[in-house]
T-cell receptor, first 116, second 112 residues
Framework: DTEVTQTPKHLVMGMTNKKSLKCEQH?????MYWYKQKAKKPPELMFV???????INESVPSRFSPECPNSSLLNLHLHALQPEDSALYLC???????????????FGPGTRLTVL | KQEVTQIPAALSVPEGENLVLNCSFT??????LQWFRQDPGKGLTSLLL?????REQTSGRLNASLDKSSGRSTLYIAASQPGDSATYLC???????????FGTGTQLKVEL
């Protein structure tokens, strides 16, 4: 299995809802990432997990809460979002986070989130 | 702070043409550089990764070069096809944690 999967593909939620995005990989990768991408813009890093521990948080608002239950799974819990949080949320994974080329990042197809 | 620029922002070419996409960066202290393609509303597909010690990488009709001293990378696409139509993004890896800094992207359209 050489892919990163994300569910759901699309999500519409109100500002008072609580929802979660899910990302899964079975490539034995030990680093996983969340990115946010607005229309016509490049992806922006949100969080990095390395060996199931949060290693980078790019000053993301607390209404986004990441969770890494095991080495294959990464969740992003959403609560009290704002309409400006509407975006494509991308998950990625890599073997590790060192300088080697083996740590090439592989991306999932994304979840299109709309906040009403 | 690293700034990554891709020129042109958009490009339209007839099928069969060879073309070059450019990626410029301001800080040459990078570990590696990746080129991705992104189809509308989809995720990113990794095309090529060049380590900082390498000058170029090739995969099929794609060739990517890296000149760290001048802060430039190019992606060469030979014999372009309509299926190559997508947005192409370069991304730099600078330090620990494997953080990627993305360029602004080039939207490519290859017409029949």
């Amino acid at each position: 299995d050489t892919e990163v999967t994300q569910t759901p593909k699309h999500l519409v939620m109100g500002m008072t809802n609580k929802k979660s995005l899910k990302c899964e990989q079975h490539m034995g990768h030990r680093a996983m990432y969340w990115y946010k991408q607005k229309a016509k813009k490049p992806p922006e890093l949100m969080f990095v997990y390395s060996y199931e521990k949060l290693s980078i948080n790019e000053s993301v608002p607390s209404r986004f809460s990441p969770e890494c239950p095991n080495s294959s799974l990464l969740n992003l819990h959403l609560h009290a979002l704002q309409p400006e949080d509407s975006a494509l949320y991308l998950c990625a994974s890599s073997l590790g986070t060192g300088a080697s080329s083996y740590n090439e990042q592989f991306f999932g197809p994304g979840t299109r989130l709309t906040v009403l | 702070k690293q700034e990554v620029t891709q020129i042109p922002a958009a490009l339209s070419v007839p099928e069969g043409e060879n073309l070059v996409l450019n990626c410029s960066f301001t800080d040459s202290a990078i570990y590696n550089l990746q080129w991705f393609r992104q189809d509308p509303g989809k995720g990113l597909t990794s095309l090529l990764l060049i380590q900082s010690s390498q000058r170029e990488q090739t995969s099929g009709r794609l060739n990517a070069s890296l000149d760290k001293s001048s802060g430039r990378s190019t992606l060469y696409i030979a014999a372009s096809q309509p299926g190559d139509s997508a947005t192409y993004l370069c991304a730099l890896r600078e330090g620990g944690g494997n953080k990627l800094t993305f360029g602004t992207g080039t939207q490519l359209k290859v017409e029949l």
